[in-house]
């Protein structure tokens, strides 16, 4: 598995993060669009799983301070 990051909301691995996060979060569990797309986006570092070139895995790292992060929007594709 290739693992790539990035903080850059125009980048093919944070559309391919958010394109997972649609899937799983919004379409299989409800959770609505707003709550899943939130203000804290841009200051997160988007991490996405690449197997085979296909992304199926993806989470968030939001700092909280210098040295606190909060790991969220942890997911896998169900396939």
């Known amino acids: 598995m ?3 990051h990035t903080t850059k ?3 093919q691995v944070y559309q391919d993060a958010l394109a997972i996060r649609k899937a799983v ?3 299989e569990q409800h959770v609505s669009l707003a709550d899943e797309i939130d203000q804290n986006e841009a200051q997160a570092c988007h991490f996405v799983g ?3 070139q296909h992304p199926i895995a993806t989470a968030r790292l939001l700092p909280i301070n210098p040295t606190t992060y ?3 929007r942890v997911t896998i594709i169900r396939a």
């Open 50 to 52: 690449y197997l085979a």
């Open 9 to 11: 909301l125009d980048s």
């Open 25 to 27: 979060f919004v379409q």
């Open 70 to 72: 909060h790991i969220q």
């Open 2 to 4: 290739q693992i790539l």
